[in-house]
């Protein structure tokens, strides 16, 4: 488990006028096997935190622990040691141009003083692992982005870490690519238990491969939960962002609408037919989105009841239904939360 106690980083002003607080009091934990997603807007201090998670940065003051052990006080060996538990993986690859895809991935364990056959046999083991299995020759300008990407992973991966940070690792890939590297992500977290640390500000990422996830906000951590969780919350921004509703803006006013969070199979199950009939009331749909997020579907519906409805027959209703969630005239969506 990784645990974040109380993290703050603050950095020398323009000129040396006073401070800039980057982090300020971060608090977090994420266990082990997540794939835990961080977003937020630029400047929210996702970066900075990142660079603190894997030693790059030391925190001004703070701890973060690492299945027990504090990073924050280690220095020269041990700090080396450390550092080889925790494997990045760059938005833009920083791979060696002069070296072959083979000397890329090797590179950490030569460092590391690895002899050359160990090293060898590791590499092929994981160029197999990412799909590259046949492009031990070949030089990164010679790789397509996602091919680079994935000797990327590979190098992250070659000193058996117990975490993979991922710092915006798809941002420069076209959509398909991106998919075909989350999928590739998530398949290493079964396959290796390795847990995932995903700096992102695409919300997509979050819904395609993250379990668990937090939003940053000024150097703050607002919110953070189980994905499956913060989309079932109708108060959740993040939730709400995740899977949005659409509300249609001539559709009337928001405050005499429910908002309906269904997870699972009840996304695609008759809850809706189920629910006229048993409140008789003529209902709208106003607004609503059907994701799949992670391995669970997930359908958010806006609803308008035509005349009186008797509110607490709707909310007996959803309280039946252990993956219905009801929301009264609440308005969570938030564009561009990630930034």
């Known amino acids: ?3 974040v106690e109380n993290l703050v980083k603050t950095f020398p002003g323009v000129g040396g006028a006073g401070t800039v607080e980057a982090l300020r009091g971060i608090d977090l934990e994420i266990p082990t096997g997540e ?41 020269g060996a041990d700090l080396r040691s450390a550092r080889r538990r925790i494997g990045t993986v760059f938005q833009q690859f920083n791979l060696l141009h002069s ?13 590391a003083g690895v002899d050359r056959t160990q090293r060898r046999t590791r590499v092929r083991e994981l160029l197999e692992l990412v799909g590259l299995a046949g492009k031990e020759s070949s030089y990164p300008s010679q790789l397509s982005g996602g091919q680079q990407q994935r000797v990327g992973i590979a190098r992250a991966l070659a000193a058996e ?9 798809t ?22 238990g390795v847990t995932v640390v995903v700096i992102t500000h695409e919300l997509g990422v979050l819904r395609r491969v993250c379990t668990s996830a937090a939003r940053l906000e000024s150097g703050h951590i607002v919110e953070t939960g189980r994905i499956s969780d913060l989309v079932a919350d109708p108060g959740s921004m993040l939730g709400a962002a995740i899977v949005p509703v659409g509300d249609d803006p001539s559709a009337g006013p928001i ?3 429910a908002l309906v969070t269904a997870l699972g199979e009840d996304a695609h199950g008759p809850w809706l037919s ?8 003529d209902v709208a749909v106003v607004g609503g989105r059907v994701e799949r997020v992670g391995t669970t579907t ?24 252990p993956h219905l969630t009801l929301s009264w005239g609440t308005d969570t969506d938030l564009e561009g939360l990630a930034g």
């Open 161 to 169: 870490p117990d975490v993979l940070l991922c710092d915006e690792a």
């Open 274 to 281: 189920d629910l006229i009939r048993t409140v008789d009331a």
């Open 298 to 321: 997930v359908g958010r519906l806006r609803l308008r009841f035509g005349g009186a409805v008797d509110r607490d027959a709707v909310a007996r209703f959803v309280g039946d239904r």
């Open 171 to 192: 941002s420069a890939l076209d959509p398909d690519t991106t998919d075909q590297v989350l999928d590739l992500v998530a398949e290493i977290n079964r396959r290796l």
């Open 255 to 257: 405050a005499d609408t």
């Open 99 to 111: 070296r072959t895809v083979l000397g890329n991935v090797e590179f950490p364990l030569e460092v």
């Open 1 to 3: 488990m990784i645990v």
């Open 35 to 75: 794939i835990f997603g961080i977003v937020g807007p630029s400047g929210s201090g996702k970066s900075t935190l990142l660079r603190c998670l894997n030693l790059l940065e030391r925190p001004t003051s703070g701890r973060i622990l690492l299945g027990g052990d504090d990073l924050s006080t280690l220095s």
